[in-house]
Nanobody, 121 residues
Framework: QVQLVESGGGLVQPGGSLRLSCAAS????????MGWYRQAPGKQRELVAT???????NYADSVKGRSTISRDNAKNTVNLQMNSLKPEDTAAYYC???????????????WGQGTQVTVSS
């Protein structure tokens, strides 16, 4: 089994900062991509940021310049530092990873259970 466990969500005032963390555990051979998606009420889940095992990053335009994604390949963790938060950043944030469990297995997508981020005064 593979688990993604998020932490770091909460309530923050507009203009504030928050750091989300996610740790992958279980039977893992390789993690190709780790990242974050978010889903606001009544909206579709959308990409926030991803990072490959080689360190290549991809950000949604809505968070570019305000967020930094990083990962520790040795610890199978990914972090998302979000600054200058806006009310429209309010959403449930989901950790995401593409994981190969053994040397001969196919890679699959895995999701965490989500952590709520609320930006409000």
């Amino acid at each position: 089994q593979v688990q993604l466990v998020e932490s770091g969500g909460g309530l923050v005032q507009p203009g504030g900062s928050l750091r989300l963390s996610c740790a992958a555990s279980g039977s893992i051979f390789n993690i190709y991509v780790m990242g974050w998606y978010r889903q606001a009420p009544g909206k579709q889940r959308e990409l926030v940021a991803t990072i490959t095992s080689g360190g290549n990053t991809n950000y949604a335009d809505s968070v570019k310049g305000r967020s930094t994604i990083s990962r520790d390949n040795a610890k199978n963790t990914v972090n998302l530092q979000m600054n200058s938060l806006k009310p429209e950043d309010t959403a449930a944030y989901y950790c995401y990873a593409i994981i190969q469990r053994t040397a001969i297995s196919t890679s699959f997508q895995y999701w965490g259970q989500g952590t709520q981020v609320t930006v409000s005064s």
